[in-house]
């Protein structure tokens, strides 16, 4: 009896064992098999490159841990990890197949880096990454599928914005969030907990660091959402709540409460609040009938810097917005007080704006700027107005003015020196005036609305507009540079933005601009934006020792939109742009008239011809040497080569150009609105420019050619005749020989 126990007992072992060994190959080839089934199907639907280091499911625990997930980019984000985290656990509780619920009790991430980068070209990586070939029978398509997480846990991440353009970097250090919800019959209800370091690259923090605390609640009933929050930024103390309703009958509402007390900041020497109160009444999905106010309100709030200056500011100031015929825009204060240790800027101010007309009452006195130092940068402002009364279709009693001046330095910052805003009011103009220095730009705007009142009698502006610049410099970086068109573009009766009842005349004079340490100089121009034409004429300046001239404008008809466009390049050297490689003289002259409207219709009266000429074109390279050629460089000593745009084609016209010791006739048309393209090109060249090989293959499969413009006794030369046709995707070669 004691044997077939211990034999029984044995059995059992032994089964257990068999059973363990076959759940963990199972649980091991499942893993296996959905890290590959991730991995492949992430990286079909996504324009990237994903990786997975492992994926761990424990069918007990409805457990699935996933481990050293990288998504990297392509292209020209290539060598750039876009997301990454070290670790991910999602704990599944349950998926409710009647509802399409799926219930997860818990979301964690740690060590996340997401980066958001934009390339020389101004290209989001994220615009790239999308492929929009998801599966439509995905569970995340199925319209009856919905998920709820009531635990979100983030730590440590990192979230960072790079702009190689500029080479700007702003980013989100020590990112930590927890969020626990718990779901409703008619919604949720969650708990919030917010920390991060915050680095910006527009503001030199100083005795900042940086650091963000928040936490507070948010809940979901119904149409109405809505929660508060406190905590500090540094050591300011903040406090903010929100409420929103969507409401299907009548516009929804919102209202914003946003309040920095500095009373209590803890080791700031800085006193009073600052209060921000903001209320809509409007279709948030359409914004129709918009009616929104937003409140200001300084509180005896006094701001101290690091060198014992002190501001103080006292208002309230009001601003609102209504869809209503009878008032539109208005701002107003009734006790509005900022003040240094030396100035102030005191006073009250009504001012609205409707379709009928503009009423002003205000009596402010700052007869000096007030000046006040904050993180480096110099803040100067004067403000003063004594205009009151209205303007509009049936009055004209506005007295005195309204001016203002902003400015902002810093003097320690390379890129950035001195920026003014100021601006002017009374009956006859309103006008303000931009001035920048700095090592990039020196330049001055002015912009003036002439004669108000006309807005109120015949609903049309006059405006003057000028830009002087006296100085550009766009800084080009070693890296290739790339520039494209999006062939997608379709332009369409409506989309070209002609104004309605405006029209603006802008005079552009800039004196330099440096572009890859080449200057354009004497840039000048008008401007035309009217509602029958936008113009860019009398286009000139000055460039590598050459001339632009041009003409762009885009006429509107009744028939359809015209772009007609003249340009004449004269004289412009090459070798400026790269001294080793490439030299000679360019001359480009062409017109065109373009039909944007049924263009392919009016293809017989709408093209211009284009003429390009070259002259002792010279390109060092080694390309040549790559063929079997002994050659240094490309030379063309002169070409002349006229083509047509039309609204549907480009057609060159029979062309000979000499390169080196070879002649090519080139005679070709593409047609852009089936992509279709006929090219007939005639080479004639020294023999050793063509391979012993190339010439036994074009003799194996070339055909007898009945034309020939080469002279037969060279017996030193080939001639060969090559005939493209067909679509550009799929075109068709013939080449004959003579």
């Not at 103080?312 to 917005?321: H, K, M, T, V």
Request: glycine share 4%; aromatic share 10%.
């Amino acid at each position: 009896m004691a044997i077939k126990r211990k034999k029984t007992f044995k059995i059992i072992l032994i089964s257990i064992a068999a059973l363990a060994a076959i759940f963990f190959i199972a649980s091991f080839l499942l893993n296996h098999y959905l890290k590959r089934s991730i991995e492949d199907a992430l990286n079909q639907s996504l324009n990237a490159n994903i990786k997975i280091e492992s994926i761990r499911l424990n069918i007990f625990t409805s457990k699935i841990k996933i481990t050293d997930l990288s998504i990297v980019g392509k292209n020209s984000f290539k060598n750039d990890t876009l997301f990454y985290f070290d670790n991910s656990t999602l704990k599944i509780d349950d998926y409710n197949t009647k509802t399409g619920l799926l219930l997860i009790s818990s979301l964690e991430f740690d060590g996340l880096v997401l980066r958001n980068i934009i390339d020389e070209n101004g290209t989001n990586c994220w615009q790239t990454i999308s492929k929009n070939n998801a599966s439509e029978d995905s569970l995340l398509n199925d319209s009856n599928f919905s998920f709820f997480i009531n635990d979100i846990i983030l730590r440590n991440a990192f979230v960072v914005n790079i702009d190689r353009q500029t080479e700007a970097v702003d980013s989100l250090k020590s990112v930590g969030i927890k969020i626990n919800s718990k779901k409703t019959e008619t919604g949720f209800d969650s708990n919030f907990e917010i920390s991060l370091d915050l680095k910006n690259h527009f503001i030199d923090n100083g005795s900042s660091s940086g650091k963000i605390r928040f936490n507070g609640s948010l809940s979901s009933q119904n149409k109405l959402w809505q929660g508060v929050a406190s905590g500090y930024y540094d050591n300011y103390p903040i406090e903010s709540e929100f409420r929103l309703n969507f409401d299907s009958i009548a516009n929804d509402t919102s209202f914003l409460n946003f309040v920095i007390n500095f009373d209590n900041a803890k080791n700031c020497s800085s006193s009073g609040a600052l209060m921000l109160k903001v209320k809509t009444n409007s279709s948030l999905t359409e914004l129709k009938n918009i009616d929104f106010t937003a409140n200001i309100i300084c509180k005896q709030l006094n701001i101290e810097n690091p060198k014992n200056e002190s501001l103080l500011l006292d208002f309230d100031a009001l601003l609102s917005y209504t869809s209503s015929t009878s008032k539109k825009l208005s701002l107003k204060s009734q006790n509005f007080f900022i003040t240094n240790t030396t100035d102030t800027i005191k006073g009250a101010f009504d001012f609205s704006l409707s379709n009928k007309n503009f009423v002003a009452n205000s009596n402010i006195i700052g007869d000096k700027p007030i000046s006040f130092c904050f993180n480096d940068y110099q803040y100067n402002l004067m403000l003063k107005s004594d205009l009151n009364g209205q303007i509009g279709a049936e009055h004209k009693s506005l007295t005195g003015n309204l001016f203002f001046d902003i400015s902002v330095t810093n003097e320690k910052l390379n890129n950035f020196n001195n920026a003014e805003l100021s601006g002017n009011m009374n009956q006859q103009l309103f006008g303000f005036e931009i001035d920048a220095f700095s090592s990039l730009i020196d330049g001055n705007l002015k912009l003036y609305f002439e004669s108000p009142q006309k807005y109120f009698t015949d609903k049309t502006y006059n405006v003057k507009s000028e830009i002087k610049i006296d100085k550009i410099v766009v800084p080009i970086s070693n890296k290739e540079q790339r520039f494209g068109l999006d062939n997608n573009i379709s332009l369409n009766k409506g989309t070209i933005p002609f104004p309605q009842k405006t029209i603006t005349i802008l005079e552009l004079k800039i004196d330099s601009i440096l572009l890859a340490n080449s200057p354009i100089t004497n840039l000048r121009a008008d401007v035309i934006h009217s509602p029958n034409l936008i113009g860019f004429n009398k286009i000139y300046f000055e460039f590598l020792d050459g001339t632009v001239d041009a003409d762009y404008s885009i006429y509107r008809t009744n028939s359809g939109d015209y772009l007609e466009n003249t340009f004449e390049i004269k004289e412009i050297d090459l070798s400026a742009l790269s001294i080793d490689k490439l030299s000679g003289i360019i001359n480009f002259s062409g017109s065109n008239l373009l039909a944007i409207n049924d263009t392919i219709n009016n293809f017989a009266k709408n093209k211009g011809l284009n003429k390009l000429q070259i002259n002792d074109f010279c390109y060092k390279t080694d390309l040549l040497k790559e063929y079997e050629i002994d050659e240094e460089a490309i030379n063309i000593l002169n070409a002349d080569i006229e083509f047509y745009l039309s609204n549907d084609s480009i057609m060159m016209l029979p062309t000979i150009i000499s390169v080196n010791k070879a002649l090519l006739h080139l005679d070709a048309i593409y047609c852009m609105s089936d992509e279709s393209i006929d090219a007939e090109f005639l080479i004639n060249a020294p023999k050793e420019y063509i391979s012993t090989k190339i010439q036994f293959l074009i003799q194996l499969f070339a055909a007898k050619s009945s034309r020939s413009n080469s002279d037969r006794s060279e017996s030193q030369r080939l001639e060969y005749r090559l005939k493209i046709g067909g679509t550009v995707n799929e075109p068709e070669y013939k080449i004959y020989k003579n």
